[in-house]
C-alpha cells in the first residue's frame, strides 16, 4: 500500500467527484493523501539497535571457532583482530537492519499499532488545521485523510457536522475507502465515498443561495 500513486487522471476524477458532491449542500469536502504520518525514526533506530545486540550475542557463543578460523587465515593473527571483526560486522548489521526498517512491511511489524493510529490521527488533524478545514463559515467542513504505510483513513468532520451526523455514518465511509485500498480500487472507492459523504451533508445542509466554495477541490499529496 505505501507504493500507491495517483495518476493525473486519478487526480482530476477526485476532484470532480467533490465538485458534483458539493453542488448539493453548502458544507465542504477536502482530501488528503500521505505516504507516511511520521518518519518513525527512534523505533527504526532501536530495531537496528536491538538486531545489533542479538547478533552480538550470537557470535559470542561461537567465539572460540571465530578466532580459530582467523588464526588459520590470518598471519601474525592478533585478539584485537577479533574485536575489530567484531565491531565492524555489528555495524553493518546495524546499518542493514536500519535500511530494512524502512520497508513499508517491516515498518508495521516494529511499530505499535496504538503509535501508529495516534500518528494518523495527530497528522490529520493537523492538516485540517492547516488546510483550513476547520475555518469554514458554517464550520462544515469534512477532511478524508489517508496515510498509506499505516493503512489508516481519519474522516474528521467539523463540529456543524459533527453534531447532526452520528459517527457510524463516517465509519462506514472510511470502511469502504479501506476496501477500496485492499481491493487495489481506491480511487473508485475514494469517488464513491466522496459521494455519499456529499448526500449525507445535503441531507441537512443543502446547498444555499450565493453559496461560496471556501475550500480547494484538488486533493492534497502531502509529502511530511
Not at 23 to 48: C, N, W
Not at 115 to 142: C, L, P
Not at 158 to 184: A, L, M, R, T, Y
Request: with cysteine; proline share 3%.
Amino acid at each position: 500500500m505505501h507504493n500507491i500513486f495517483f495518476r493525473s487522471e486519478d487526480l482530476e476524477k477526485i476532484k470532480k467527484a467533490v465538485q458534483e458532491a458539493e453542488s448539493k449542500t453548502s458544507g465542504e469536502i477536502a482530501t488528503a493523501f500521505i505516504r507516511e504520518s511520521d518518519p518513525y525514526t527512534s523505533y527504526e533506530l532501536l530495531f537496528a539497535f536491538f538486531c545489533g545486540f542479538f547478533y552480538y550475542l550470537i557470535l559470542m557463543f561461537f567465539s572460540q571457532r571465530i578466532e580459530l578460523f582467523m588464526q588459520q587465515l590470518l598471519w601474525g593473527y592478533s585478539s584485537s583482530y577479533l574485536l575489530m571483526v567484531y565491531g565492524f560486522t555489528t555495524f553493518l548489521v546495524m546499518a542493514a537492519t536500519y535500511l530494512m526498517a524502512n520497508i513499508p512491511i517491516i515498518d508495521r511489524i516494529i511499530i505499535p499499532r496504538p503509535v501508529m493510529i495516534k500518528k494518523v490521527n495527530q497528522r490529520a488533524v493537523r492538516h485540517f488545521m492547516e488546510s483550513g478545514v476547520y475555518n469554514t463559515k458554517d464550520r462544515t467542513g469534512v477532511l478524508i485523510f489517508i496515510s498509506a504505510l499505516e493503512r489508516r483513513v481519519e474522516l474528521i468532520a467539523d463540529k456543524g457536522i459533527s453534531e447532526k451526523i452520528p459517527q457510524e455514518k463516517w465509519d462506514f465511509i472510511v470502511s469502504h475507502i479501506i476496501d477500496g485500498i485492499k481491493s487495489k480500487q481506491l480511487v473508485k472507492h475514494l469517488t464513491e465515498a466522496i459521494t455519499e459523504c456529499g448526500n449525507l451533508l445535503a441531507t441537512h445542509f443543502p446547498i444555499q443561495p450565493g453559496d461560496v466554495n471556501e475550500l480547494k477541490d484538488d486533493m492534497d499529496i502531502l509529502e511530511n
